[in-house]
């Protein structure tokens, strides 16, 4: 069986992927290690992709969700390879669009009836005082289509008009678009990772994400936290808040109808009330860090290649392999 491994090295890209070269790399190990025939394929162009459509791989791994071309258009892989008649990993073009539009992803939740924070976007001076706000303050302001932390510090948080104006016009000159603003949550943050085996069984890793705290005494989980790694994972301690992440993170996945894996974000407030935050659905996959291995190695105690085999297993399903690989991990999970 051939496999092949999309990703590109586009370092402007804000949104969430398996990671840098090095993670791309250590994703092809353990597919290696699984005994197929594997190639990592770092794409620049629309020819780079169709001649990876010439070769007619069973599968194609997806590490981004895009490439940018010169021309300052994207081309949208899931889409370019079902095109193709290219079995891919991960979900389709119009489920990617909740990944990469996080007001989409809200809008289309909150009129399912999941629970999302309150929020409206912003522009530099469309609001001119904190009278026309749509939610009072505090608030939680961060771009509406990047990941990763980025964009999101400090100055995230904000409690007063003069603060909100800065930080929607600091986020809007960065990423040239409207700025989310949420009301702020005070609770606890989770993620959860979700790997849908192809007999629709959910494999389930909710985790707690407790990050640094800042001089101003909040635990803010931003860009530098992010790439510090200076953010304690652990297990979820209360059976109670666990039992309400595990449903509200299933009731978005297959509400988006989320296909192969996914990691959901949630925070809770004070009270213990859960909410959507955003959905990712290419994972970060950095080996010892990301947040969806690690998190199910926390609450599943399975290694990296264990997680990869089992991420792949519903799109190698959906092929009929030629030969069997000769050192597939047999495990009952």
Known sequence: MKIEIVTTQNINLNETGFGALKACNRVFDSIEKMGYDVKLNICKSKRDLDSIVKKNPDLVVLAVKYISLPNGNNVWLSEYFSRHGINFTGSSRDVLRFDSNKISAKLYLSNKGIKTARYFTAIPEQYRCAGELPIKFPLFLKPTDAANGNGIDDFSFVTNFSEFESKVLSLYNKFRAPVLAEEYLDGREFTVSIINKPNNE??????????????????ILGKKAKIDNCEELKSINDDEIKSKVINLAINVFLTLGVRDFGRIDIKANTAGECFFIEANLVPGMTYGSSYFPKSCEIECALTYDEVIQLMLESALSRTKPKTPPNNYINADY
């Not at 890793?205 to 705290?213: A, F, K, L």
């Open 202 to 219: 959910l494999i389930i890793s909710p985790i707690e994400i407790v990050p640094p705290e800042s001089k101003n005494g909040l635990r």
